[in-house]
């Protein structure tokens, strides 16, 4: 991968990296959307199957599987979690790229959209609690940390401000 994106749930992750591809004509990799193809099955099914326990296993395989190739990464929200994941992200030469959003940001986008399991029962003040006890990890493999409450279009020009 060139760059890789990587933030809590909600943090504009997917659309950041579909805006990045497009300034810099690189293809774009969804690290869930692979794991939805590979597994033939929804990020909710395979919760409701498989557990976390086995959705991070599918995560990890397909973060290890996709790092290698070209182009931009947008990771899920708790790839980071995960210490192999951190190691690898942290050895791989590609930037790695920390979008910091509000938790109240985070949660109105989260809400409008039920197809995350590990928020969906979240209030709030729980959901900013979870982002709190993840912000270590996050901080612990970013290269650069940009402020996400902004535009798409500013959040991107800062980017490349840094990369190109
Ligand atoms: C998760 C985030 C999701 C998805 C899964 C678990 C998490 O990705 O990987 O539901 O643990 O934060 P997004 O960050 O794209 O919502």
Redesign the pocket.
Known sequence: MDLILI?????G??TISQLLGQRLALPVTD??QVIVDTAAQS?EQI?AEQGEVG?RQL?AQALAQQLDRPGIL?T???VP?QAPNRELLKRHPAPVVLLEIDPETAYDR?KADEH????KNLDLAELAALKLERQAHYQNCADLIINANQTPTAIVAEILAHYH
Do not use: N, Q
């Open positions: 933030g809590f749930m909600g943090s992750k997917s690290l869930d990020i919760f959705f995560e947008a899920g929200g708790g979690t989260v995350r399991p590990i928020a």
